[in-house]
């Protein structure tokens, strides 16, 4: 059985769409981010980075949403959530989940945790950054439009763990303050994710 500690508002949610995705075993503990449970010695005990998503298989515990994804789709391989036969395709994906990851989430977060990069008195530079927001997270989805979504999934005709991540960071994009409209691409990926099944299940399961 696997533990999935996760918040709902969180990146975290990739991970739990996955799981659902590849009908693995597992149950869900709910962090409470806005409580600061992740910053709990209880908590921190099993992912000293004080962040979501933390995944407890019986070996050690896993963080970091493409470590997770990766892993899901490898220890589920009837899933087919990965190629992993292919040594081109699985390296398309970590390239895909590594931009949403280093890039993406890296420009989201700067509308409400400006405290890791500036102090927390600096509100002219909290403001700042928090009015760059739309912006920034525009000009990654232009890329992602443009480039990196090749339709109707992330790779094509097949889909993979890329797309739960996608869809995860899509639904970030009007409390970013960017008009989805703009992306229509992104959009369809979005309506044929929010159709599945598995998409259903994994929302249905969740605390708030």
């Known amino acids: 059985m696997l533990t999935l500690h996760h918040n709902p508002m969180s990146c975290s949610l ?3 769409f996955a799981l659902e995705e590849a009908s ?6 709910t962090v409470d981010l806005a409580a600061g449970e992740q910053t709990t010695a209880a908590y921190l005990a099993i992912n000293p980075k004080g962040r979501v998503p933390a995944l407890r298989p019986a070996r050690g ?5 493409p470590a997770i994804l990766t892993y899901v789709a490898q220890r589920f391989p009837k899933a087919a959530l990965l190629p992993l036969h292919d040594g081109f395709e699985p390296a398309r994906v970590q390239s895909f989940m590594s931009y949403l990851c280093s890039t993406v989430h890296v420009a989201h977060a700067h509308r409400m945790r400006g405290y890791r990069w500036v102090d927390a008195e600096d509100t002219a530079a909290l403001q700042a950054m928090q009015r760059k927001v ?3 997270m525009a000009a990654c989805f232009e890329l992602i439009e443009r ?8 790779l094509g005709e097949r889909y993979s763990v890329a797309d ?5 960071v899509t639904r970030w994009l009007a409390a970013d303050g960017v008009d989805a409209a703009r992306f229509p691409r992104v959009q369809a990926h979005a ?3 929010a159709a599945r099944p598995a998409i259903a299940r994994a929302l249905a399961r969740q605390v708030p």
């Open 147 to 154: 480039e990196l979504l090749a339709g109707p999934w992330v």
């Open 164 to 168: 739960p991540y996608l869809f995860t």
């Open 14 to 16: 990739a991970s739990l």
């Open 24 to 29: 693995a075993p597992f149950s869900v503990v």
């Open 61 to 65: 515990v896993l963080t970091e949403t």
């Open 134 to 136: 739309p912006e920034n």
């Open 191 to 193: 309506a044929r994710m």
